[in-house]
């Protein structure tokens, strides 16, 4: 992974991707949040990242951990700011290094559950299955999954998916393990098919920049035959900037390309679904600070 600020430091920039700032969006007609982005990982000062979000009209956002030196950091960032919530898991691509032991997997998980217990902290994840990448064998991301599944169970928090290229095992694991209340499917990859299973069992699909690429005619679709109340919208920043910034640093204040990007798939007003995607972030994250 990469190096990330130290957690009680002053949240200056991160590590970033070495690619230039995308330009400011037009600002949205109405409020609404980046669900899933890794702060820590922007090259930019948290306090400036969010102001140039809210200027966009992207107010709050969801920073994601992914390893427990990024899941301690974006507890504490989130503890900092009242405009951000903090996501903590180990990514499955991190669970081949994440532990030596089953004893240090069980500490692993310990540290996890603890921070996934805070206040401020508001879902388990990102976890999940990656097919595509090897950085770690199938069997140890489905064992890490799995722990994962309950740990969200225990806290009464939302699950947080990373599935790729893993869609079928994902579906049989929650279906087999038994899902917590709320789960979401970050940067959603799967076809209309597969997400009206997701619409069926409840669960909800988060859009990233790839909803606005010239070849997502299938993403679009997926977002078409998704309910509105079941969509979020994120950036998975500094990662996937949508078409119009593609190959620049993301960042949350992009979110605002992708919810047009979602509204046009489902012929909906731009202002609407803004309302909508607020309103599902209360129901699933809980209520913001005021």
Request: hydrophobic letters at 45%.
């Given at each position: ?15 970033g991707i070495g690619r230039p700032q995308a330009p400011a969006p037009e600002p949205l007609p109405g409020a609404v949040f980046d669900s899933h982005c890794h702060l820590d990982m922007i090259d930019m000062a948290v306090a400036d990242t969010l ?78 299955l990656d097919y595509y990448r090897d950085n770690a064998a199938p069997q140890v991301q489905r064992d890490w999954f799995r722990a994962h599944i309950e740990i969200a169970k225990q806290v009464g928090k939302p699950l947080m998916i990373h599935d ?127």
């Amino acid at each position: 992974m990469t190096d990330r600020p130290a957690p009680g430091k002053e949240f200056g920039p991160g590590s970033g991707i070495g690619r230039p700032q995308a330009p400011a969006p037009e600002p949205l007609p109405g409020a609404v949040f980046d669900s899933h982005c890794h702060l820590d990982m922007i090259d930019m000062a948290v306090a400036d990242t969010l102001a140039q979000a809210a200027a966009a009209g992207v107010s709050r956002v969801v920073t994601v951990g992914c390893d427990v030196p990024s899941a301690r950091w974006a507890a504490d960032c989130a503890a900092a700011f009242p405009s951000v919530y903090a996501a903590v898991a180990i990514h499955p691509n991190e669970t081949a290094t994440a532990a030596t032991t089953a004893s240090d997997q069980d500490a692993v998980l310990a540290e996890i559950a603890r921070l996934a217990a805070l206040p401020q902290v508001r879902a388990v994840g990102e976890t999940g299955l990656d097919y595509y990448r090897d950085n770690a064998a199938p069997q140890v991301q489905r064992d890490w999954f799995r722990a994962h599944i309950e740990i969200a169970k225990q806290v009464g928090k939302p699950l947080m998916i990373h599935d790729r290229d893993a869609h079928e095992d994902v579906l049989a694991i929650l279906a087999a393990d038994g899902a917590p209340e709320q789960v979401i499917f970050h940067c959603y990859s799967g076809d209309a098919e597969l997400a009206e299973r997701c619409v069926a069992a409840g669960y909800l699909l988060s859009f990233a920049g790839t909803v606005t690429f010239g070849n997502a005619a299938a993403l679009r679709e997926s977002a078409a035959v998704t309910p509105a109340e079941l969509i979020l919208a994120e950036t998975d920043a500094p990662f996937l900037a949508p078409a119009p910034v593609r190959g620049r640093s993301n960042a949350p204040a992009q979110v605002a390309h992708t919810v047009r990007a979602i509204a046009a798939a489902k012929q909906m007003d731009v202002a609407k679904l803004c309302a909508v995607i607020e309103a599902t972030g209360e129901r699933v994250f809980g209520p913001w600070p005021t």
